[in-house]
């Protein structure tokens, strides 16, 4: 048995969903444990495309338990609508293989217009608009609303009164319509009556599926530098995480993990505002984003494009303790020649082998690159590492080289046969 974490340690879209969905073979249980519908997650079998934003991707393996852990904030009425699409293609056949954390809070429908007013004002920080950033905010003033909450009629309509006395002035404030507590309560407890079934301990159902012996995997959203402590504040969204979000996020502690592995694109994107030093702008970003088709998969806006970033996936490796880590997206490489990575930052003077992570430091930090060949050929068709052109290996190489870290898998398109697997963290040993 294994207790494995993945994470993103990017700005998000890493093709977490892939991966996770790829290790499920090796797992019982996949559970997420932070964000919610922020995120985007797409599988891809048997030519099938499939995004998930509040299931875990361990969902189209029959059998396997997916949990949402108590770290998420879920919207029940995407929720609802994803269960129906997973069910109309055929999965999720057993209620019994989904739980949903009971503490896990609920995004409401003036958390959505909050979130949707500030974005159309000045300091906007390009958020998903999914009512993520004022739900959490709920949460840490104690005044949420939680997924058992919507099976207690009373103690719901207390709180949606309390919450809305702040909310509806502040609304009203910024130009946007006030809320009824009815409407708000009435549907929240029809959803609250259509989830019941899943609605469990889901900190308990971790811990004894671990006790048990099974293996476990923990699926992370977004990625290391949109971490709301250590990524590019305040460009970041308002939950953490890293590995150790996982041990909050579900209520389990660190000593059950056994590995933590990180997953990174070859190159570099960011959907949203904020700092992104290897950017690309015109004609070479946009060949990026036609190259790997980076546009969002909950939002469908552009993404940006650029060069790796190895100081942002040290400061990754570091935050999260991660032994290895997954790369993706490597077939979309092929002619874009030369290729250059970022191999540190120059700031006054000095070199620094992080990504800084202090704003007016980021800003002024200038990227170092190093310049490889790269190569033309296409690699979907290659499954393992020395049939991959003498360019392609040595990008691999390099970026082993300058992180330290193992590469575990190497991912050359996006459905699950097209892999390169390396190590399995199934099987790793436990790293004291
Ligand atoms: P996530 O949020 O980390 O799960 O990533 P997204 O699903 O938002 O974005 C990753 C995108 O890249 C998806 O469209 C995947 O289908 C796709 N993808 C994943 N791995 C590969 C790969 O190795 N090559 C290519 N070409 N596409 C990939
Ligand atoms: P996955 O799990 C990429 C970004 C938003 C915005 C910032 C804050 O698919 O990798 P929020 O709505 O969370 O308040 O937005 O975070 N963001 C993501 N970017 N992938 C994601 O998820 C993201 N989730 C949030 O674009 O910049
Ligand atoms: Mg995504």
Known sequence: MAVVVIVGAQ?????????VDLYTEHADVVARFGGGPNAGHTLVVDGNKLVTHLIPSGVLRAGKKCVLGDGMVVDPQTLLEEIAGIKSRGYLVDDGDLLIGERAHVILPYHRRIDQIRESRAGAIGTTKRGIGPAYEAKVARRGIRMADLLRPDRLRALVAQNLDEVNPYLERLGGEAFQADIIVDEALRHGESLRRYIADASRFVHDSIRRGQSVLFEGAQGALLDVDHGTYPFVTSSSTLAGGAC??????????????????????RVGGGPFPTELDGTE???????????????????RCGWLDIPGLRL?????????????KLD?????????????????????????????????????????????????????????????????????????????????????????????????????
């Open 316 to 328: 990754a490796v570091r935050i999260n303790g991660m032994a290895g880590l997954a790369l993706t």
């Open 248 to 269: 909050t996020g579900l209520g389990i502690g660190p000593t059950s993990i056994h590995v933590v592995i990180g997953i990174t694109k070859a190159y570099a994107t």
């Open 332 to 432: 979309v490489l092929k002619a874009i020649r030369p290729i250059k990575m970022c191999v540190a930052y120059r700031l006054g003077g000095k070199l620094l082998d992080e990504i800084p992570q202090d704003p007016a430091d980021l800003a002024h930090a200038e990227p170092v690159f190093e310049t490889l060949d790269g190569w033309s050929e296409d690699i979907r068709d290659v499954r393992d590492l020395d049939d991959l052109p003498p360019g392609a290996r040595r990008y691999l190489a390099r970026i082993e080289d300058l992180l330290g870290v193992p590469l575990y898998l190497v991912s050359v398109g996006p459905s699950r046969a097209e892999t390169i697997v390396l190590k399995n963290p199934f099987r790793a040993e436990r790293t004291e």
């Open 285 to 303: 970003g946009e060949r990026l984003r036609d190259a790997g088709a980076e546009f969002g998969s909950t939002t469908g806006r552009p993404r």
């Open 11 to 19: 700005w998000g879209d890493e093709g977490k969903g892939k991966v």
